[in-house]
């Protein structure tokens, strides 16, 4: 953290997961860590395994002052486009604290628009604790959330590619069609799409 925000008391890190994929949501969290309750090894989620993940989102949980998800959804992904669904989600994220955050610190190079003062930090989820303990509680959540997906849409893989647009999930979408929590904007969704409107005309 920065000299001028460690004098800070309730400094919330903000990050979201799900930029990438073409199903399902983008997850957001907000934590404002408890300074008296430093949690060892926070990082990138996504340099952490998934039973890591799992173990600092518990602690996470139960060390912080606060913590928030936020979230858009796939027809919000859609009409704004994923920027600004993504946007969306932290802001919602940071607005559910329960403490009112007296800076926000926010992975990357765009804000969400918030009430709070707010800094930008590029690569703020591999050096500010308080953005990695966002990035490892949303990756968690949004993680869970696709395994639950894989059972309601079965055959897409869901469960281990996460919606990321892996060769395995390109192949399942074009064997299987569009399924409801595939994001229609994406170009390898739209591709699936037309073909099968070309098909049927």
């Given at each position: ?138 990756k968690v959540v949004r993680d869970a959330e696709m395994c639950d997906l894989d059972e309601l849409y ?48």
């Amino acid at each position: 953290m920065s000299s001028s925000s460690s004098s800070l008391k309730f400094v919330a890190g903000v990050d979201e997961v799900g930029r990438g994929p073409l199903a399902g949501p983008v997850v957001a969290a907000a934590v404002i860590l408890d300074i008296a309750r430093p949690i060892d090894g926070l990082a990138d989620s996504k340099t952490l395994s998934a039973r890591r993940r799992e173990e600092l989102s518990a602690l996470i949980k139960t060390h912080s002052l606060c913590w928030a998800l936020g979230r858009a959804e796939v027809e919000e992904i859609d009409r704004l486009n994923i920027l600004q669904a993504s946007l969306l989600a932290m802001q919602r994220a940071v607005m559910a604290l329960a403490i009112q955050p007296e800076l926000v610190l926010v992975d990357g190079n765009q804000a969400p628009k918030l009430v709070y003062p707010v800094t930008t930090i590029i690569r703020g989820d591999a050096t500010e604790p308080s953005i990695s303990a966002a990035s490892i509680l949303a990756k968690v959540v949004r993680d869970a959330e696709m395994c639950d997906l894989d059972e309601l849409y079965p055959g897409y893989g869901f469960s281990l590619h996460k919606g990321y647009p892996t060769r395995a999930h390109i192949d399942a979408l074009q064997k299987q069609g569009v399924s409801p929590v595939h994001r229609r904007s994406f170009g390898p969704v739209r591709q699936v799409l037309a073909a099968s409107l070309a098909a049927s005309s």
